[in-house]
Nanobody, 120 residues
């Protein structure tokens, strides 16, 4: 199972970016998909998450600005980031709980990071 994230880049304050993360490989289903971010010298922090059931949650610092969505048919999770601030600059990682086969346990996977830089 691999998670491939892309969509990062350089954007001015107040701008928008859309991150995508697609899961590939052989598996039965994905229960949880989410986004985390990390800056140098700081702990990785949760940004937004989406359960297959439709339950969504956001960190307080992105509420009202970021929107997470997922396409279960494409095994893909998105993060629409609007009204970006310089403090949103970070390496963004996608994360997922994947079950390789029905009846097996879920395993947690990380994608490679995609850099988001908010600067004028």
């Amino acid at each position: 199972v691999q998670l491939q994230a892309f969509g990062g880049g350089l954007v001015q304050p107040g701008g928008s970016l859309r991150l995508s993360c697609a899961a590939s490989g052989s598996f039965a289903d994905i229960a949880f998909m989410g986004w985390y971010r990390q800056t140098a010298g700081k702990e990785r922090e949760a940004v937004a998450s989406s359960l297959r059931s439709g339950v969504i949650s956001y960190a307080d610092f992105v509420k009202g600005r970021f929107t997470i969505s997922r396409d279960n048919a494409k095994n893909t999770v998105y993060l629409q980031m609007d009204s970006l601030k310089p403090e949103d600059t970070a390496l963004y990682y996608c994360n997922a709980d994947v079950r390789r086969s029905r009846g097996s346990y879920y395993t947690n996977y990380w994608g490679q990071g995609t850099q988001v830089t908010v600067s004028s």
